[in-house]
């Protein structure tokens, strides 16, 4: 059995609030409250396929440690709206391309200020720092310039703007800013000569001697026809000093002492330049981009994500053209082959019992209806054309595991042992998916137990997706929904992926006279083509 | 330096791209036995002249600049194909080189270069003393202008100062460099300096910049490898700048080397013809819209060379004729007479002599070929769908002013079908201002052509005495209903020549 539980958070560091109480108040971008994201894995996570999902949306970010944000559903409501409102702004091109833009100078100040740890002749050292710096202080006035030009709504990004335009008026960062640009501008002056000669090394000041490189182009310029070829050999290189070059910067350090000595000055003036607000901004609006990133090219092939309107109760639930992202996912280009489903539980209306042929689309349409809810409660675009849900207080999920003969033996009892300490833990916010468990025994037996436990679960009052083959269970009472799983009529080998609400009849011929007009699933799709 | 023998304003491109239908023009105009010949077994000058032959000329003065260089290279072929022997001197020492030098540091590349420059140092030397010797035997413009250009650019004076500046940089073991401090304060924007202007700055201003030095010791390893890097970093910038020098000076010579070997081949094509008694003589270009186009004595070049004896010569008055069917006796001359059409027009546009006594005609836009071919060995059309489909591939090609020549085609059919088709693609083509010689068995086609009337067809035949011989001659002549098949099968089954 699996389930989520949110008790047994694990609360992860609480990042400084912004130093100065002069300057607008912002936390997150992700939480409009407070709420801390949590490490371990919902366990319903792998029967429903999201822990291939999640590697898929975090793959490529790995620095940003996004996914313990994929591991949190909101508690409240107010969060979802609070999250969509930030990824409608982003996906604006101009304000994405300046998030871009900032997130890579960030990364590229993190890079330096590893090196700055990591290397060891001070001379580069400290100008690794002072470029991160400068880096640093570019990115973000370039960043504050950017979104002060662009129009968000969210409240998250509009509180974010507030803060950095307070920031970059600071007197802290404006010192910062205008001394690592002096002091680079002042080593980027210096101008050296070597000369080499049977291994001895003489460093000087450039005296203005003339280039070579120009007397021999101009000694072949009656030659030239158009672009030559490049014939410029990468000299191996470690992108790092070695000793000779170090001894050479410390010889040019003392040809020109005032700009090093500036530097050195710098370098301990200015410890931990790097703002936590704005750090902790860096890496929590990446969530928003990594899944933008992920279903981009699934929106391209034609699948339809929307942001759901959240609704009170499970007897309003409805939604269109839903499909499984896991699946999606994989199919990547070809997901315009992905079948879309609808569902919807109508007034006191709360388990859809799906049946239907091996292979037709059951359990991946039970994993459709639990990620719905799951991407529902993070608050991100849900896999569906249109989707009006319910947030669950809970997740569970109970697959059966078919083709696993060790544990065939009790499973029966071990299956109901899950199912009570599951009804014991739901509430009527809960969502609980059942697939094919209580089968493991005669026909007889599994109606019985079937109809208990549907009895249970709508006493309940939690929503509930059970895959079942037994048809019985289809027709139990107010609370049951029959969905089938559709077959072509002519080849019931083939199958449509295709879920709809009707009675379970064990087979699927009603279709036959639609096929025969051509209006069956897969024909209608291909006479009308894109 | 420009060479501009093929051109006035431009470059030979010996790689670009040919027309759509040049695989089909060297099929049915067997360009392939008059490019053998060319060659003399030299596979580049195939090359150049076939590609000088399918891209065609499209101007009659470009052509006329052509034909004076031509008729310079014969008057002095011996100076030509001296001049073509350094060329390809020139280019092969590319190929020497590179059999002993890496590509793996900037010093190999200098070094590389320095020997590469020195031997094409060389060769400009002879290509200028050639040019002294004998450009005033020279009277076209192209090579008026080449030998004046190779006199004044490459004098004495310039030679030197290139051996200088190759001596100058042999040093492999110093280097005089300036730099400015990069990431990570490293240096950065490493320029190789002319070092004696320290000595000379220093001389002027004795109080001038104090320098600090340091020596790598000898058994330090690590450390000279990094001196050599550094070294290699100085030096990179002129590394290059020789080395697309040398890949400029090359380029010179294999410019020179493709567009001499135009000329060469056509020296070696006039010997040949000349060697077998077949006349040759510089075509009369004409503006594409003009409409006179005739001949005396044309012959197919390239069949002179499959026959003992010259070929036969046909003399066609075509003058405003839009449309030209040649009918008539199997095995009497009608392929040969429509290659030789075909070839004089690229011979002409190429700039070269014709196979003619006299040859004057329009420039053609693009010149196509529709011959009868044999079944389709892929068998994925029958022959007339196959023939159709050549066909669309022309339409989409062919514009006003083109030439079309049809070699029985539609004949995949029968009479009836094909003269329908036939005639419904020769009115569309000739009305869209396309010139058809049409050679055809089509007795339908050709009989409802002719009773036309038009003013702009002109109707051939293959000429067959009354005893059945065929004289291998066109001449004016309405479409007759037989092709003479019958006296193919006499002759065949060794049965008695007679008329019908």
């Not at chain 1, 700009?259 to 200015?270: N, W």
């Not at chain 2, 002549?477 to 020549?497: H, K, N, V, W």
Request: aromatic residues 8%; contains cysteine; glycine residues 8%.
């Amino acid at each position: 059995m699996t389930q989520t539980d949110r008790r047994g958070v694990h609360a992860e560091q609480v990042p400084a609030p912004a130093r100065s109480s002069a300057r607008a108040k912002f936390g997150s971008i992700l939480f409009d409250d407070v709420q801390e994201a949590r490490t371990e894995r919902p366990a319903f996570f792998i029967d429903l396929n999201l822990d291939q999902v999640v590697d898929g949306i975090v793959g490529g970010r790995d620095d940003y440690n996004l996914t313990p944000f994929f591991h949190t559903p909101v508690e409240r409501g107010d969060t979802v709206g609070y999250r969509h409102e930030v990824f409608r702004d982003l996906e604006k091109d101009a304000l994405r391309a300046a998030v871009d833009e900032f997130a890579a100078a960030m990364r590229r100040v993190r890079s330096y200020l590893a090196l700055v740890e990591k290397q060891p002749y001070v001379h580069e050292t400290q100008r690794w720092f002072v470029d991160a710096a400068a880096t640093y202080c570019g990115l973000v006035r370039r960043f504050a310039d950017a979104v002060a030009g662009i129009e968000v709504e969210s409240r998250g990004l509009r509180r974010f703007r507030g803060y950095l335009a307070g920031y970059c008026s600071s007197p802290v960062f404006a010192s910062l800013e205008s001394e690592a640009h002096e002091v680079i501008d002042g080593l980027q002056a210096v101008r050296y000569t070597v000369r080499i000669k049977a291994g001895r090394v003489t460093v000087q000041a450039y005296a203005g001697e003339s280039d070579y490189t120009v007397e021999v182009e101009r000694t072949f310029a009656r030659f030239r026809e158009g672009a030559a070829e490049d014939h410029l050999v990468k000299v191996p290189d470690s992108g790092s000093m070695d000793h000779v070059e170090a001894r050479i910067a410390e010889l040019v350090s003392r040809l020109f002492p005032a700009q090093f000595q500036a530097l050195e000055v710098f370098f301990r003036a200015h410890g931990d330049f790097v703002d936590p607000v704005i750090a902790r901004f860096d890496r929590e609006v990446q969530f928003y981009l990594a899944y933008a990133d992920y279903i981009q090219p699934l929106t391209a092939a034609g699948l339809a994500f929307s942001y759901p309107v959240l609704v009170d109760g499970w007897g309003e639930t409805a939604v269109e053209g839903g499909f499984d992202l896991a699946l999606a996912g994989k199919a990547g280009s070809a997901a315009g082959a992905i079948v879309p489903n609808d569902f919807a539980l109508r007034g006191a209306e709360r388990i859809l019992v799906v049946t239907g042929p091996n292979q037709g689309g059951k359990t991946t349409f039970a994993r459709m209806v639990g990620q719905l809810h799951y991407l529902a409660a993070l608050g991100v675009p849900v896999t569906a054309g249109s989707a009006r849900l319910a947030l669950a207080d809970q997740l569970f999920t109970l697959f059966g595991k078919r083709e696993d003969i060790t544990t065939l033996h009790g499973r029966l009892d071990e299956e109901l042992v899950q199912v009570r300490a599951i009804l014991q833990q739901a509430t009527s916010r809960s969502l609980i998916l059942l697939n094919e468990v209580l089968s493991s025994t005669t026909l007889e037996d599994a109606v019985y137990l079937g109809n208990e436990v549907l009895g249970r679960v709508a006493d309940r009052g939690c929503a509930t997706v059970w895959v079942t083959f037994v048809d019985e269970l289809a027709d139990t009472g107010a609370a049951t929904v029959s969905m089938m799983a559709g077959v072509h009529p002519d080849d019931p080998s083939q199958r449509t992926y295709k879920i709809a609400r009707k009675p379970a009849d064990g087979r699927a011929y009603a279709s036959a006279l639609a096929e025969k007009y051509g209006l069956s699933y897969p024909r209608l799709r291909h006479r009308i083509s894109p | 330096m420009k060479v501009r023998l093929m051109d006035r304003g431009r470059d030979f491109d010996p790689e670009q791209s040919l027309p759509a239908q040049a695989d089909t023009l060297e099929q049915d105009l067997e360009l392939g036995t008059l490019l053998d010949v060319i060659a003399q077994g030299d596979g580049y000058l195939r090359t150049i002249a076939q590609r000088s032959l399918l891209s065609g000329l499209q101007e009659v003065d470009a052509i006329r600049y052509r034909q004076q260089i031509l008729a310079d290279c014969l008057k002095h072929p011996a100076v030509v194909r001296a001049l073509y022997q350094l060329a390809v001197k020139g280019v092969e020492t590319k190929r020497d080189a590179r059999f002993y030098w890496f590509r793996d540091s900037p010093d190999s590349v200098l070094q590389k270069s320095i020997g590469m420059l020195g031997l094409l140092a060389d060769g400009l030397r002879q290509l200028r003393q050639l040019a002294d010797e004998n450009a005033s035997g020279f009277d076209s413009e192209g090579f008026t202008r080449l030998f004046t250009a190779l006199r004044q650019e490459l004098d004495e004076e310039y030679l030197q100062a290139v051996a200088e500046h190759l001596h100058g940089l042999r040093f492999r073991r110093d280097a005089f460099m300036s730099a400015s401090l990069g990431r990570a304060n490293r240096g950065t924007n490493y320029v190789l300096r002319k070092p004696e202007e320290r000595t000379l700055l220093q001389r002027i201003t004795p109080s001038g910049p104090a320098g600090y030095s340091f020596t790598i010791g000898e058994r330090d390893e690590y450390g000279m490898q990094a001196l050599a890097d550094l070294r290699g970093r100085g030096i990179g910038l002129v590394a290059n700048a020789l080395a697309q020098s040398t890949d400029h000076v090359l380029g010179f010579f294999g410019l020179l080397r493709a567009e001499l070997g135009f000329y060469v081949g056509c020296l070696n094509l006039h010997d040949q013809l000349v060697e077998r008694g077949v006349a040759t003589c510089f075509p009369d270009p004409l503006a594409p819209h003009q409409g006179v186009a005739s001949a005396g004595g044309l012959r197919d070049a390239a069949l002179a060379f499959h026959l003992q004896q010259p070929p036969v010569g046909n003399d066609v008055d075509a003058d405003r004729k839009q449309l030209v069917i040649v009918t008539g006796a199997n095995q009497g001359g009608k392929t040969t007479f429509l290659r030789s059409v075909g070839l004089a027009q690229l011979m002409m546009q190429a700039g070269m002599f014709v196979a003619a006594d006299w040859f004057r005609a329009p420039i053609c836009r693009g010149l196509f070929t529709h011959f009868k071919r044999e079944e389709d060995p892929t068998m994925t059309r029958g022959k007339l769908e196959e023939e159709l489909h050549r066909m669309s591939d022309i339409a989409d090609q062919v514009t006003a002013n083109s030439l079309l020549l049809c070699n029985e085609s539609f004949a995949a059919t029968n009479e009836r079908e094909g003269s329908e088709i036939a005639h419904q693609v020769l009115q569309a083509m000739t009305e869209a201002g396309v010139r058809v010689v049409f050679v055809t068995h089509l007795h339908d086609l050709a009989e409802r052509v002719h009773r036309q009337q038009l003013d702009a067809a002109l109707f051939l035949r293959a000429e067959r005495t009354p005893d059945g011989n065929r004289s291998f001659r066109i001449i004016p002549g309405e479409p007759l209903p037989t092709s003479y098949g019958q006296d193919s099968y006499r002759r065949i089954f060794g049965l008695p020549a007679g008329t019908r």
